[in-house]
């Protein structure tokens, strides 16, 4: 089985958790801006138009989907991505900035034999 594609900490999951209580069903996307483009965003569920030019990394939090662009996607398609959270302000577009937290991203490369499982399996999915 290929490894995760996207993880989290239990710290950003306690926000996730206490965002999604305030905000309903949440989604994250991480694109390739500069600035406060490049970190995790946390939007309401929808509240971010995902196209085909978007790639599915996995699910946080239990049932929350983090996308990524595709361009973003091949520069760190060989690495595991934790979504960790540290105590500051973020974007502002981004859920958690009142909350006086932002989140962030940890990574780490994938081994040969990871890497060769989650090319077996088949590139992953791509918004419509």
Do not use: K, N
């Not at 309903?24 to 030019?53: E, I, K």
């Not at 996607?73 to 937290?101: C, K, M, N």
Request: hydrophobic letters at 40%; aromatic letters at 8%.
């Amino acid at each position: 089985m290929p490894p995760r594609r996207i993880l989290s900490t239990p710290e950003a999951d306690l926000v996730v958790q206490a965002l999604a209580a305030h905000h309903g069903p949440l989604m994250f996307h991480q694109s390739g801006g500069c600035c406060d483009g490049s970190a995790p965003m946390c939007y309401p569920l929808g509240d971010f138009r995902v196209g085909s030019q978007d790639v599915l990394l996995g699910h946080i939090a239990e049932d929350v989907p983090v996308w990524i662009g595709a361009a973003q996607f091949e520069y760190w398609r060989h690495t595991q991505v934790t979504i960790d959270v540290v105590p500051g302000r973020g974007a502002g577009f981004s859920l958690e900035g009142p909350l006086g937290v932002r989140f962030i991203i940890r990574s780490r490369v994938f081994t040969d034999g990871e890497a060769a499982a989650l090319d077996a399996a088949g590139p992953p999915p791509r918004g419509e």
